[in-house]
């Protein structure tokens, strides 16, 4: 019971972050804007394709779960 107890609480720590992240996405202003991302902009349509960001936000997160992992 002790791991699944452990288990919740790590699911939980990391639901707060990711609610904490998209709460206050929007005072981040270059999230989403950066060099790499690519944005096609026609009259009628808009395509955003945001590679840097996903690249920087993977970099993250794996950074983050290999220190998770060392704590094990």
């Known amino acids: 019971m002790q791991a699944l107890g ?3 609480m790590i699911l ?3 639901l ?3 609610g904490a992240a998209l ?3 929007k005072s981040i202003p ?3 804007r950066l060099p790499g ?3 096609i ?3 009628t349509i808009t395509i955003y394709i945001p590679l840097a960001t996903s690249l920087l936000l993977s970099l993250v997160l794996s950074a983050f ?3 998770l992992s060392r704590l094990r």
Do not use: A, Q, T
Request: no cysteine; aromatic share 20%.
């Open 12 to 14: 939980g720590s990391v």
């Open 16 to 18: 707060i972050i990711l």
């Open 41 to 43: 902009e026609r009259p």
């Open 23 to 25: 709460y206050f996405s």
């Open 65 to 67: 779960l290999y220190l």
């Open 30 to 32: 270059w999230l989403g």
């Open 37 to 39: 991302d690519i944005v």
């Open 6 to 8: 452990k288990l919740f």
